[in-house]
């Protein structure tokens, strides 16, 4: 069935660590986007990439359409990065409908 | 971001009882939805619209209901509530025009409600 996979489940960086988190996805997508959900739930909309690569600031990401996976990308990790990133797709077909994975839950420590 | 407001923020009730949650959006977004998160499950979508009174079931839809009788207004209806559906909820708009995503137009969440159903 369509899938989203994202990994590692879990990461635990110390301060200044960078990091890569994986997102893999079954199907063909129109729409690609990774969200950060801080400590107080709100989720937070890093970046629309269906594909190719975009930066900003300290993250980056990276979507190979072709291959159905997108990673992200954190350079010198800030406590303030904790939290779970999401990774979310619209499937070919999919009638617009944003399915998520399970996510990463990320703890930076100083 | 995008005027989106949920109410109430947090709400505990008791099984058996209705519960409505409303979504609020200022920017006549087309595309609106709801989704419940749970732990080690993401964000499920629930039901979804595409206009007023245009609405379709999402991937966790049993016990729920939706309305949409405005552009601005897309409601989350729990009949008779039980405690599985004890969640957060989430709200979305999507900046979608013409079926097609472009550069800028993603989804846009709102702040979520806590439901507890005792």
């Known amino acids: 069935g369509i899938q989203v996979e994202q990994s590692p489940p879990d990461l635990i960086l110390q301060e200044g660590a960078n990091s890569t988190l994986r997102c893999n996805f079954s199907d063909s997508v129109n729409n690609l986007q990774w969200f950060h959900q801080n400590p107080w739930g709100q989720l937070i909309n890093l970046f629309y990439i269906p594909s190719g690569t975009k930066q900003n600031g300290r993250l980056s990401a990276t979507t190979v359409a072709t291959e159905r996976y997108s990673l992200l990308y954190i350079s010198s990790s800030q406590t303030t990065d904790s939290g779970v990133y999401f990774c979310a797709v619209v499937f070919s077909g999919g009638y617009n409908k944003l399915i998520f994975g399970a996510g990463t839950r990320l703890a930076v420590h100083p | 971001d995008a005027g989106i407001t949920q109410s109430p923020r947090h709400k505990v009730t008791e099984t058996g009882t209705p519960v409505t949650l409303r979504c609020h959006q200022t920017e006549n977004h087309r595309y609106m939805y709801w989704y419940r998160q749970d732990p080690g499950h993401g964000l499920r979508l629930i039901h979804y619209s595409y206009g007023v009174k245009d609405t379709d079931k999402g991937e966790v839809s049993d016990g729920y209901s939706v309305s949409r009788s405005k552009t601005e207004d897309f409601l989350l209806t729990l009949e008779s509530a039980t405690s599985s559906q004890t969640s957060v909820y989430f709200c979305?708009?999507?900046?979608?025009?013409?079926?097609?995503?472009?550069?800028?137009?993603?989804?846009?969440f709102g702040s979520g409600t806590r439901l507890t159903v005792v």
């Open positions: 979305a708009i999507s900046k979608l025009r013409d079926r097609v995503h472009t550069e800028g137009h993603g989804y846009t």
